[in-house]
């Protein structure tokens, strides 16, 4: 296959070299262990290499979504069999939390590579409270802000007020947000955009609660089948429908295609038994949206991003 013209650019680029990694599996790079490839993989570590990355490229006429894309901590993300023949641009290495202030509330800066997890255990040891809902999401702070991730008891577009990144031409902004910046699974302003770090608020609390309310996202979370490789759900629920309901209703759970199977535990999760493919994954996402649109007239819309070559 023809190598792509960014690889060939970035390798002649001496400023990326240290950064640059080729032909990285992606098994690691994704909660599902996807059995692909990514022609590169740039990991910065610090901001202004985002920037000049962003900048060098746009004026060798490479666009983002086209000829490169964001990787968070790869849980919400699916990878064609042929892989990705651009680059990635993994942020999980911009990881610094900054307090801004610490009082009634905690008002903190966040990375984008910042595990969503360890933002939780620092809140968590101190008792202040708004975060517990990330219990059990594997994600990072970048790909939590671009999916406005959460569950019905919280999510990212409650606790965010600012959000920081770069334009696709290298351009950095801050951007003040609110509720009404974001949508169910999505933060519209950020399609197009490199989500660099958010700023946050939480108010203190008692341990007590916070730990309460921990406890009840994690009998959450025990329903899930966490055993196994996967990507969280496969399906926005189709409100007030449950994608996971449905799936169940027409005869789909425990459907398995070679290694990829709608879980016997929860039909919105698949699971992948070990080398499972992506068009195995594609046919049984294929066949839930039929069976349900024909048997009960609704569409189910995938929740999880889909990138690379067939
Ligand atoms: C076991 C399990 C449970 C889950 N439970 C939930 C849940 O309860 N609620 C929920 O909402 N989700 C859940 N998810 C899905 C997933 O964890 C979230 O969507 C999470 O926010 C994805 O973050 P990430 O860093 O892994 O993003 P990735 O999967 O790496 O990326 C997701 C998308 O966001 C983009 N992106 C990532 N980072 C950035 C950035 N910095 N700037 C711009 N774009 C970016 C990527 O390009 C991609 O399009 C679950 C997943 C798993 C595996």
């Not at 900048?55 to 060798?60: D, F």
């Not at 406005?148 to 990144?165: E, K």
Request: aromatic fraction near 12%.
């Amino acid at each position: 296959m023809a190598l792509h013209p960014i690889i060939s650019f970035l390798t002649q680029e001496t400023c990326f070299a240290d950064h640059l990694s080729l032909q990285v599996a992606l098994d690691r790079k994704t909660s599902f262990k996807c059995n692909a490839q990514a022609a590169a993989v740039f990991s910065p570590t610090h901001v202004d290499e985002v920037g000049l990355f962003l900048q060098k490229t746009a004026q060798a006429g490479f666009y983002y979504l086209q000829d490169f894309h964001v990787l968070g901590k790869g849980s919400n993300l699916l990878f064609r069999d042929g892989g990705y023949p651009g680059c990635l641009i993994d942020l999980t290495r911009l990881n610094k939390i900054e307090t801004i202030a610490k009082d009634q509330v905690w008002k903190l800066d966040a990375q984008a590579g910042v595990g969503m997890g360890r933002l939780l255990q620092l809140l968590r040891k101190d008792a202040y409270t708004g975060f517990e809902f990330v219990f059990g999401i594997p994600g990072s702070i970048g790909g939590g802000i671009r999916m406005n991730a959460g569950t019905p008891d919280g999510w990212f577009s409650q606790v965010l007020t600012q959000v920081q990144g770069f334009d696709a031409y290298g351009t950095y902004f801050t951007q003040a947000v609110g509720e009404d910046d974001f949508l169910y699974r999505d933060f519209p302003f950020g399609t197009d955009k490199i989500i660099t770090g958010g700023s946050f608020v939480f108010a203190k609390s008692t341990s007590e609660i916070v730990e309460k309310k921990i406890a009840l996202a994690k009998v959450k979370r025990d329903r899930q089948p966490l055993s196994y490789p996967n990507f969280g759900s496969v399906f926005k629920n189709p409100k007030p429908a449950f994608a996971g309901a449905l799936i169940e209703e027409v005869g789909l759970k425990g459907y398995r295609l070679g290694d990829a199977q709608i879980s016997e535990q929860h039909a919105n999760f698949m699971i992948n038994h070990g080398k499972a493919r992506f068009v195995d994954v594609e046919a049984l996402i294929q066949t839930a949206q039929e069976k349900i649109s024909q048997e009960k007239n609704i569409y189910l819309e995938t929740e999880v991003h889909i990138l690379g070559e067939a």
